[in-house]
């Protein structure tokens, strides 16, 4: 009798793996990409992952200054990541006064609140990890957050939870998903290559 799935006595052949280039890449480099899934955004901010090497160590400055511009009463980009002890850059280039406010999101300690007339910058540097709430006194409506994080490994969730993190050095790490209020960690072996972590729940 001939199966479904070719001669007699054949065993169904599994399907082949899809290709990832993009792990092929990064192995060959060296490097790692942590990819998973995060609780889905529930109405509010998706979900902040972050990767922290167990064991502290220092990482080189990035390569360019994070900026957050003011246009059309719109801070831009609505999550800036910064990297803790390193400048940030924050622009008006909206035809009217602004002021940038921004306070710990934890603490509720301020970190800065100054006025910035159109076409000024202001460089900042965060000191401390942790989220920072931004806004605006003069438009009320206006704000933003800004993350900051002695890790360069530090992502947005996509709306469905997807994330992924590129360029990752190979090790031993904590990943921390913050989801609403929720604070979920784990720990990570990150190789050579694609390191998929699943789904991350409480």
């Known amino acids: 009798m001939v199966g479904l799935a070719g001669c007699a006595g054949e065993a169904p052949s599994d399907p082949l793996p899809a290709a990832d280039s993009a792990a092929d890449a990064a192995a060959a480099r060296g490097e790692g990409i942590v990819s998973g899934t995060a609780p889905a955004a529930a109405g509010g901010l998706p979900a902040i992952v972050i990767l ?13 200054v994070p900026v957050m511009d003011q246009v059309s009463q719109t801070f831009t980009p609505a999550v800036l990541f910064v ?29 800065f609140n100054i006025a ?18 931004v806004g605006c006194d003069i438009h009320p409506a206006m704000s933003a957050v800004v993350v900051a994080s002695r890790s360069p490994y530090a992502a947005q969730a996509a709306a469905d939870g997807a994330f992924e993190i590129a360029g ?11 989801a609403d209020v929720r604070k979920i960690e784990r720990p990570v072996a990150v190789k050579a290559g694609r390191t998929a972590v699943g789904t991350v729940t409480d």
């Open 52 to 64: 922290e090497p167990t064991t502290p160590r220092d990482f080189p400055p990035p390569a360019a």
């Open 83 to 111: 990297r803790t002890g390193q400048v940030a850059e924050f622009r008006n280039s909206d035809d009217v006064l602004h002021n940038i406010r921004t306070r710990h999101d934890e603490t509720k300690e301020s970190a």
């Open 116 to 133: 910035l007339p159109t076409g000024q910058t202001f460089e900042y540097t965060f000191l401390n990890d942790g989220f920072y709430d």
């Open 168 to 178: 990752v050095t190979p090790g031993d790490y904590t990943l921390t998903v913050y």
